[in-house]
């Protein structure tokens, strides 16, 4: 992962929306025929792909900020009722137009600091009819830009409704939601809160499963706050991703190491947190997995739309070296939402998504934290920095 090729002087060639050739200018000019010539001044790199975000929500959870800052943690306040369950109060009672509103205005946000490729999961619904109604807003979404990748996420939580029958809701997934999800056509993947007090290994396991059999990719939110065997389970099951992994055991690492499946880590998650707790991203790459990182955007413990900002913290948090973190947010974030072969790389053959950063040197991407040096964003050729767009987060 800290193999990245730096072409000084360097253009990209771009045909049909991909990429034709890529090199120094001179030689890419000899191919270009009477092709638009677009200047630019700074450092070109591969869009950005973020591989874990929860962008479809209603209210922001500034009451539980504050229970945090006054000392309350994570599990504390979501049994007083805040955390994913006052999301999921909240999402329940807007309508479609306003959820797709919010969301599209938090997509252009993300646009504007490089992302061209986003996961965006459901999840705030736990209910059939408003978690099919989530991914409907954003398979209205998919085109972009940024492009979307949608991902079903009905085991976020068990609802209040559900807390003292929690198989029912397991049932509930596997019998009603999942076959309608499938229905629908809009998902690309299946996600599971892995978690101790949320769901366990085996009804992961089983939902899991049971996505796999309605055509479905597999995501896993694995070893969080605390260890299951999550990261095992991942790559038991093949999954494209485990995602957290602030509490993977030895046995996790080894068998992400031995497995196709990517290990996305969020630092933004556990920084808001204010957890000490950090993935151990450099012995999951001395050991020979796959790392990115992503935002996991979400109101609720990561509420951060940059992954310039997640490359700074996987450089300063994770030990990350600069170019393991450029590829994090490139390469490695296109393998874990299934499109390695199409994104991430400025390569022939890839789509031409591009982000142009005011920077003399590469470096700088993960050096000047908290500020965006975006200058320019190209999804499959075309020009689409949301220069001067409005971002409002909330109604």
């Known amino acids: 992962m800290a193999d990245l090729e730096v072409i000084d002087g360097g253009a990209v060639l771009v045909r049909d929306g991909l990429v034709e050739?890529?090199?120094?200018?001179?030689?890419?000019?000899?191919?270009?025929?009477?092709?638009?010539?677009?200047?630019?001044?700074?450092?070109?790199?591969?869009?950005?792909?973020?591989?874990?975000?929860?962008?479809?929500?209603?209210?922001?959870?500034?009451?539980?900020?504050?229970?945090?800052?006054r000392g309350m943690d994570y599990k504390a306040i979501a049994a007083e009722g805040g955390g994913i369950l006052s999301s999921v109060r909240d999402q329940r009672s807007r309508s479609a137009d306003e959820l797709r509103d919010l969301t599209s205005r938090r997509l252009h946000h993300l646009l504007a600091h490089g992302t061209t490729t986003v996961e965006v999961k459901s999840g705030y619904g736990l209910d059939t009819a408003t978690e099919l109604g989530a991914l409907a807003v954003i398979g209205s979404l998919t085109a972009g830009p940024p492009a979307v990748v949608p991902t079903f996420l009905g085991a976020h939580e068990v609802p209040l409704e559900y807390r003292s029958r929690r198989e029912d809701y397991v049932r509930l997934v596997i019998d009603e939601m999942l076959p309608a999800v499938a229905e629908q056509g809009i998902a690309r993947f299946c996600d599971v809160f892995c978690e101790p007090?949320?769901?366990?290994?085996?009804?992961?396991?089983?939902?899991?499963?049971?996505?796999?059999?309605?055509?479905?990719?597999?995501?896993?939110?694995?070893?969080?706050?605390?260890?299951?065997?999550?990261?095992?389970?991942?790559?038991?099951?093949?999954?494209?991703?485990?995602?957290?992994?602030?509490?993977?055991?030895?046995?996790?690492?080894?068998?992400?190491?031995?497995?196709?499946?990517?290990?996305?880590?969020?630092?933004?998650?556990?920084?808001?947190?204010?957890?000490?707790?950090?993935?151990?991203?450099?012995?999951?790459?001395?050991?020979?997995?796959?790392?990115?990182?992503?935002?996991?955007?979400?109101?609720?413990?990561?509420?951060?739309?940059?992954?310039?900002?997640?490359?700074?913290?996987?450089?300063?948090?994770?030990?990350?070296?600069?170019?393991?973190?450029?590829?994090?947010i490139t390469a490695n974030g296109a393998a874990a939402v299934g499109e390695a072969g199409t994104r991430g790389q400025i390569a022939p053959g890839f789509r031409a998504d591009l982000a142009l950063l005011a920077v003399r040197d590469w470096r700088e991407l993960v050096y000047w934290y908290g500020s965006n040096l975006v200058a320019g964003v190209w999804i499959a050729g075309a020009a689409c920095h949301p220069a001067g767009a409005t971002i409002n987060f909330l109604v």
Do not use: C, W
Request: net charge negative; aromatic share 4%.
């Open 21 to 69: 050739a890529v090199g120094r200018y001179r030689e890419v000019k000899d191919q270009a025929d009477d092709a638009e010539v677009i200047e630019i001044d700074g450092v070109l790199f591969p869009g950005f792909v973020d591989a874990h975000t929860h962008a479809v929500f209603g209210m922001a959870r500034l009451d539980d900020y504050e229970r945090r800052a």
């Open 197 to 328: 007090g949320v769901f366990t290994p085996g009804e992961s396991r089983r939902i899991l499963e049971a996505a796999r059999g309605h055509g479905l990719g597999l995501k896993l939110h694995a070893d969080e706050l605390d260890g299951s065997g999550g990261a095992e389970l991942a790559a038991a099951l093949d999954a494209v991703s485990a995602d957290h992994l602030a509490r993977i055991s030895e046995e996790g690492i080894t068998a992400l190491a031995g497995s196709g499946t990517v290990a996305v880590l969020l630092p933004g998650t556990m920084l808001f947190l204010g957890r000490a707790d950090r993935a151990p991203a450099r012995a999951l790459i001395d050991r020979g997995a796959a790392v990115a990182l992503a935002t996991d955007f979400n109101p609720g413990s990561s509420p951060a739309a940059s992954l310039p900002l997640m490359a700074t913290l996987g450089v300063s948090q994770l030990r990350m070296v600069p170019a393991e973190a450029v590829l994090a």
